[in-house]
């Protein structure tokens, strides 16, 4: 079983604060995928990394897959209130078989 | 607003009720996906529906029952469910199964066993 590990678990941070969140596993995946979810709504992907060391970047966001292609991380700059939620990495090796999700990290930004 | 909608949004059963979850999407998406999250916890996978076939059941109970009677239309019966089945249900899409396609979720049904 493949097992994806985030951290940190929680974080609260002040507005402006810069911030990165890991996710680490033992095993090689095909690709990674973040996700954000709030309360009471479906996870919203906000990026798919595929291709070891690819950094990809989504306004103050950016995220980084491992050369090995077994971590993954986020970083935020200057973070603001509406980055707060619920920051879940996802992956799979094998047409959907195996595919799973990291415990998340929840991140709380006060104005 | 989310391309994969759920209904309903919220329901609450006793356990020997019969109902169903919806899922639909037009994205053209040809695999379908539920899954179960608890408070606090991530998702769950449960199934994978791949060309309206089911390619993967992660042994899930025999009172949760798939349906995908075309390729926008996903639908989970439940019937004799426990109060540990209370949950968010959610049901996802993407263009392939294949690994690295992303997903794409709807918004959950909260269910509620009483």
């Known amino acids: 079983t493949q097992l994806l590990e985030q951290s940190p678990q929680f974080l609260s941070i002040q507005e402006g604060e810069n911030l990165t969140v890991y996710c680490n596993s033992s095993s090689v995946f095909s690709s990674l995928q973040w996700y954000r979810q709030e309360p009471g709504e479906g996870p919203v992907l906000l990026v798919t990394v595929v291709t070891g060391g690819e950094v990809k970047k989504l306004k103050r966001l950016t995220f980084q897959f491992g050369d090995a292609r077994k971590d993954s991380s986020l970083h935020i700059t200057a973070a603001q209130p509406g980055d707060t939620g619920l920051y879940l990495c996802a992956g799979g090796t094998n047409y959907g078989q195996n595919f799973v999700f990291g415990p998340g990290t929840r991140l709380s930004v006060l104005p | 607003d989310t391309e994969v909608t759920q209904t309903p949004k919220h329901l609450v059963m006793g356990m020997t009720n019969k109902k169903s979850l919806k899922c639909e999407q037009h994205?053209?998406?040809?695999?379908m996906y539920w899954y179960k999250q608890k408070a606090k916890k991530p998702p769950e996978l449960m199934f994978v529906y791949s060309y309206e076939k089911l390619s993967i059941n992660e042994s899930v109970p025999s009172r949760f029952s798939p349906e995908c009677p075309n390729s926008s239309l996903l639908n989970l019966h439940l019937h004799a469910l426990q109060p540990e089945d209370s949950a968010l249900y959610l049901c996802a899409s993407s263009l392939s199964a294949r690994s690295g396609q992303p997903q794409h979720f709807g918004d959950g049904t909260r269910l509620s066993i009483l």
């Open positions: 994205m053209g998406h040809r695999a």
